[in-house]
């Protein structure tokens, strides 16, 4: 804009001044459809064909300025174009740096957001598993110790049913010593039967 107001200006003098007109060696200043000649109006002096070829001058000369000032005009609007289109492409790059720096942070957001996820899904994986393994872990735990518990039951069970046999038979052979139906042979074998019951209890007691 600087520019197209510099050369209206710059037309607007040109217009204001004088023409200067050269005729015979003697130069004559046009102004205001006056001729003048060494700063004196001569306008009426001269005959009608050297007013009319002095004009004439001044008119191609003002023209000529006229022309000029339209193409430093024309040449100045282009310039403002110019600057003006170099501006919208600077800011349009600008812009578009801003954006791409915009975008860049953002996919850098998005790529540690995924990795946060990412590592987050891994721990929990990692976790789960580990749970899994300590629920497997702890159910054959569980069922050793129901099996131990189970046969540590049979134990106890076996002990007791050879005290119960051992006590019975124990009782059995006492009253028949009592009542004295025992022969000799009939002791023999109950006490190498209640030794052996015996012996049984035993290695129940040490199996519990």
């Known amino acids: 804009m600087k520019y197209i107001l510099t050369c209206v200006g ?10 200067e007109v050269t005729k015979e060696g003697k130069i004559y200043e046009v102004k205001s459809e006056k001729i003048f000649l060494e700063g004196k ?14 004009f004439k001058e001044a008119a191609a000369i003002a023209e000529k300025v006229k022309m000029e000032a339209a193409a430093k005009l ?4 282009v310039k403002e174009v110019e600057a003006k289109a170099k501006l919208e492409a600077e800011t349009v790059k600008a812009e578009a740096v801003k954006s791409e720096k915009a975008a860049a942070k953002l996919k850098k957001e998005e790529e540690k957001a995924i990795k946060k996820t990412d590592d987050a899904a891994k721990k929990l994986e990692k976790e789960k598993e580990k749970a899994e393994k300590a629920q497997k872990k702890a159910e054959k735990a569980q069922k050793k110790a129901e099996k131990a518990l189970g046969k540590q039951v049979k134990l106890e069970s076996n002990l007791q049913k050879a005290e119960d046999k051992l006590n019975k038979s124990q009782q059995k ?3 028949l010593k009592r009542k004295g139906k025992l022969s000799p042979v009939d002791e023999s074998k109950w006490l190498d039967k209640l030794a052996k019951l015996t012996e049984k209890v035993q290695k129940a007691k040490r199996k519990i």
Do not use: G
């Open 173 to 175: 052979y006492e009253k």
């Open 10 to 19: 710059l037309v607007f003098v040109l217009f204001l001044n004088a023409q």
């Open 41 to 54: 109006d001569v306008t009426t002096t001269l005959s009608l064909e050297e007013k009319a070829i002095i």
């Open 74 to 77: 024309e040449a100045a609007k």
